[in-house]
């Protein structure tokens, strides 16, 4: 069996890892058609057509347009035929307009964002998002059938996040959060749950993400320390070090359509999560089974959840066994492309 992955992704991105090594492990031969994301708006469909030639002579059983891949969904199409699987999983026009607010709704360019979600689905056979919540917000926002999507969670590398043991030298209950400073993530409510939890002295954030870093730079909190982007392997090291991780907790559209890359990492890795209460979230998780729920945009509810599971060792120990079966049994890049193949032969 042979499946090609194209466009202008990263294959190191862990929605794009997870997906090839699923295919792997389930015996596909993977070939890449990709270029460089950061290319040239008019190199990049060049240098895709000079990669093509590579792999044209060879009969694929799959082609998935890879994320991001919503600007060349149309030359996969002329490529290689209909049936073309699109892994959007993001709306360019929710992401830009109404999450990061980058311009207004009916400006050229949000325009041009609703057309390239719109026209890029239209191309695709089958579709891929990563929550039912996420599949309805495109069916009724782009008028797209709800029988061309399959829902393929996130999910983890365990080959990167999986428990280790990890030796610390002091005695801190250690907070986990990494991620940038966008709308969604909520940076500004656990900035505002680590000042109302001053007193607790042993209590420590480690807040990891280059812009977040320069975003309080010179602002002094004696209980957080901010940290640059670090690799994943280093990420997995922090993540086995820490006592409890944090999920997303803004408050917008977007944030109630996904589970975020980083609570799945922090469940391979059987730590106990606290993110927001959300539609997406609840697909998966139970609240005070195998998550914490807070209150969106509400740094005090937060802050009074993490005194909450700080304080109970049976329900931190609880949370993080329930949440690393659920891993294991639904969220392997193994079985979730185990998964999507029986999805797809449907």
């Not at 990167?160 to 409510?189: C, W």
């Not at 609570?263 to 195998?290: G, M, Q, W």
Request: glycine letters at 4%.
């Amino acid at each position: 069996m042979k499946i090609c992955f194209f466009g202008i992704y990263n294959p190191e991105y862990s929605r794009n890892r997870v997906l090839i090594s699923g295919f792997k492990q389930n015996g596909f031969d993977v070939f890449e058609c990709k270029v460089d994301p950061k290319s040239g708006k008019i190199k990049k469909y060049i240098a895709l057509l000079e990669e093509y030639k590579k792999i044209k002579d060879i009969k694929f059983d799959y082609i998935i347009v890879a994320f991001p891949g919503h600007s060349v969904v149309w030359l996969a199409y002329l490529l290689f035929g209909k049936d073309i699987i699109f892994d959007a999983f993001v709306s360019l026009y929710d992401s830009n307009v109404w999450d990061r607010k980058l311009y207004k709704p009916f400006s050229p360019r949000g325009f041009r964002d609703w057309f390239l979600d719109w026209y890029s689905c239209m191309f695709a056979e089958k579709i891929l998002l990563d929550t039912n919540r996420h599949i309805d917000y495109f069916s009724k926002n782009f008028k797209i059938d709800k029988d061309k999507f399959i829902r393929v969670f996130v999910g983890s590398d365990n080959s990167i996040f999986y428990p280790k043991d990890s030796e610390r030298k002091d005695k801190n209950f250690v907070v986990h959060f990494h991620g940038s400073f966008i709308p969604l993530q909520g940076v500004e409510y656990i900035i505002e749950s680590a000042k109302i939890l001053e007193k607790e002295k042993d209590i420590q954030f480690n807040i990891i993400g280059t812009n977040i870093k320069k975003k309080y730079l010179g602002k002094k909190f004696d209980n957080i320390n901010f940290i640059e982007n670090i690799s994943y392997e280093k990420l997995s090291e922090y993540m086995n070090k820490a006592d409890l991780c944090l999920g997303i907790f803004g408050n917008t559209e977007k944030a109630d359509n996904v589970i975020p890359n980083k609570v799945y990492e922090a469940i391979a890795i059987r730590k106990p999560v606290i993110t927001a209460s959300t539609l997406a979230i609840k697909e998966l998780f139970e609240d005070n089974e195998s998550i914490i729920l807070c209150n969106r945009a509400d740094g005090r509810d937060l802050a009074q959840k993490i005194i909450k599971i700080k304080k109970d060792d049976f329900l931190r120990e609880k949370i993080s066994n329930n949440a690393f079966d659920i891993f294991n049994k639904r969220l392997t890049p193994k079985i979730l492309v185990r998964d999507l193949l029986n999805d797809l032969k449907k």
